[in-house]
């Protein structure tokens, strides 16, 4: 079957760096995405990597690497509304795209 | 630019009715896909449409359809709704190109009683 595994909870300070993992197991692969879900809000899209390697955007980053089936999404300088759930994606060979279960961030003052 | 839009907000429905969610995607978006989202289950796919015509489909019973229509706008229908329907109910539309990602709408919370 298809699986992405994702840590269901994480705790941070602000101001730190947090490292939120995901491997996958899917039918194919043609790129990891991640998503920000906070409560009671609609999911929204952070990064995609299509390719082995780090892609930047501001505060975040996500990596990749095919070989290890294998992602994660790094935010640094935590803010207190970085707190959420946060999505790691894949979009598999039938162009579906599948979601872990999510990783809930909690960030303590 | 408008973003996707989910109507109704909020649902309450009995068991063993049907109900009817609708969907309008972002402009020029043509892909509308719908997700389940249930405490602890993450995003479950349901389907998804592309000019009007489903691309794909997740592992839900057939009491679960859905349809697009030629502006893009889509409905997903559930019928003999049980209990364990209630979720909150996501669409999300995408433009050309997978770079750009998902566009989700606030999503429609349903509860069957």
């Known amino acids: 079957g298809q699986s992405l595994e994702q840590p269901s909870e994480v705790t941070a300070v602000e101001g730190a760096i947090v490292q939120i993992n995901c491997t996958y197991q899917t039918s194919g692969f043609y790129g990891l995405s991640w998503y920000q879900q906070h409560d009671g809000g609609a999911p929204t899209f952070l990064s995609y990597?299509?390719?082995?390697g780090l892609e930047e955007t501001g505060r975040f980053s996500s990596f990749l690497s095919r070989s290890d089936s294998y992602g994660y999404l790094l935010l640094q300088e935590l803010q207190m509304k970085d707190s959420a759930s946060y999505f790691c994606?894949?979009?598999?060979?039938?162009?579906?795209?599948?979601f872990g279960k999510g990783t809930r961030l909690h960030i303590l003052p | 630019k408008a973003g996707v839009t989910q109507t109704p907000r909020y649902l309450i429905k009995t068991r063993g009715q049907q109900v009817t969610l609708s969907c309008s995607p972002i402009?020029?978006?043509?892909?509308v896909s719908w997700y389940q989202q249930t405490p602890g289950q993450g995003l479950q796919f349901l389907f998804e449409?592309?000019?009007?015509?489903?691309?794909n489909k997740g592992n839900f019973p057939g009491r679960f359809s859905g349809r697009q229509f030629s502006n893009s706008r889509s409905e997903m229908n559930v019928s003999t709704l049980e209990l364990g329907d209630s979720a909150l109910y996501l669409c999300?539309?995408?433009?050309?190109?997978?770079?750009?990602?998902?566009?989700f709408g606030s999503g429609t919370r349903l509860t069957v009683v």
């Open positions: 402009s020029g978006h043509r892909s």
């Open positions: 449409y592309f000019s009007e015509t489903q691309r």
């Open positions: 999300a539309s995408s433009g050309a190109g997978t770079d750009y990602g998902y566009t």
């Open positions: 990597n299509a390719l082995d």
């Open positions: 994606a894949v979009r598999d060979r039938d162009d579906k795209i599948i």
